[in-house]
Antibody, heavy 119, light 105 residues
Framework: QVQLVQSGAEVKKPGASVKVSCKAS????????ITWVRQAPGEGLEWMGW????????NYAQKFQVRVTMTTDTSATTAYMEVRSLRFDDTAVYYC????????????WGQGTKVSVSS | SYVLTQPPSVSVAPGQTARITCGGN??????VHWYQQKPGQAPVLVVY???DRPSGIPERFSGSNSGNTATLTISRVEDGDEADYYC????????FGTGTKVTVL
């Protein structure tokens, strides 16, 4: 079946980096893109950016353009999202989701990866 | 930046109809998607392109979009519909609504 499986929970110190993976299966990876969304505790959904599974073109939310890098490994049908210079307010659940591209929605979501930033 | 405004909460009795609004400037000119999120779970797409349902989503979920307001309607509400609901559009970037908590009385 079509699914996205994310890497496990992470605990990081302020200033560190974290890299979350999103393994896709059950569909042709290059026909879709992957979007990344985060959700801080008790808060709503926040879009971080999108990467094409076809050519790795990216589109980042302005807020994340400096500290976030999204990549893909087509041979492994896996997308990655790295956040650098972590701050306490980066504590959140990070989701990947499948989408064809703007203006379409996201029909398959990963289970989420909890990232905690704590000293 | 584009803003989508939703009511924080909606309460509805079982069997009744819940309507969740999503307000945005000329949102009627955009494709609106709706997600359901239950506690501790990932969001699930329940309506896309204003009023289409992914396979497996009950017909009780429907949507409309006109002017400055899009609406998600849940007919014959069930206990299992209790969740947070988010609207989403594309406006140079992906934008999510503020979210609405639906409580089944």
């Amino acid at each position: 079946q079509v699914q996205l499986v994310q890497s496990g929970a992470e605990v990081k110190k302020p200033g560190a980096s974290v890299k979350v993976s999103c393994k896709a299966s059950g569909y042709t990876f290059t026909n879709y893109g992957i979007t990344w969304v985060r959700q801080a505790p008790g808060e709503g959904l926040e879009w971080m950016g999108w990467i094409s599974g076809y050519n790795s073109n990216t589109n980042y939310a302005q807020k994340f353009q400096v500290r976030v890098t999204m990549t893909t490994d087509t041979s492994a049908t896996t997308a990655y999202m790295e956040v650098r210079s972590l701050r306490f307010d980066d504590t959140a659940v990070y989701y990947c989701a499948r989408g064809i591209g703007a203006p379409d929605g996201f029909d398959i979501w990963g289970q989420g990866t909890k990232v905690s930033v704590s000293s | 930046s584009y803003v989508l405004t939703q009511p924080p909460s909606v309460s509805v009795a079982p069997g009744q109809t819940a309507r969740i609004t999503c307000g945005g400037n000329n949102i009627g000119n955009k494709s609106v998607h709706w997600y359901q999120q239950k506690p501790g779970q990932a969001p699930v797409l329940v309506v896309y392109d204003d009023n289409d349902r992914p396979s497996g989503i009950p017909e009780r979920f429907s949507g409309s979009n006109s002017g400055n307001t899009a609406t998600l309607t849940i007919s014959r509400v069930e206990d299992g519909d209790e969740a947070d609901y988010y609207c989403q559009v594309w406006d140079s970037s992906t934008v999510f609504g503020t979210g609405t908590k639906v409580t089944v009385l």
